[in-house]
């Protein structure tokens, strides 16, 4: 089968499953819509993954979880102290603009006519 067939069939299965959810009637159960669903889902996902572009992604994830392995996450206090660090720098610079806003408004008013 070739590629883009096989890609094309899958994301016709998956929408045939999605159309199938909200088709089957309600008088057969709320239990086969979302069985069609799921099953249509799986079947996609398996052809999707036997074509070249779901091989590659699988390898993409495969190596994207091979460098996630080699993070060094920070420690507690290390979080800790850099989320003060932060919070009082956003602190500090909201107090430099307000005095900034503060001291524009007063020269706006000073000049239109001393509005107090």
Do not use: C, Q
């Amino acid at each position: 089968m070739s590629e883009k067939v096989k890609l094309y069939f899958a994301a016709g299965l998956a929408a045939l499953g999605v159309f199938a959810y909200f088709l089957i009637p309600i008088h057969f159960g709320t239990y086969y819509p979302g069985v069609a669903l799921i099953l249509a889902l799986l079947i996609a996902a398996g052809l999707f993954a036997s074509s070249n572009n779901g091989k590659a992604l699988l390898v993409f994830f495969r190596e994207a979880y091979v460098e996630l392995l080699k993070v060094v996450w920070p420690t507690r206090p290390e979080v800790l102290r850099s989320t003060a660090i932060i919070i009082g720098l956003i602190a500090v610079i909201a107090i430099f603009l307000w005095l900034v806003d503060m001291a524009l408004l007063g020269i706006v008013r000073l000049l239109l006519g001393g509005v107090a």
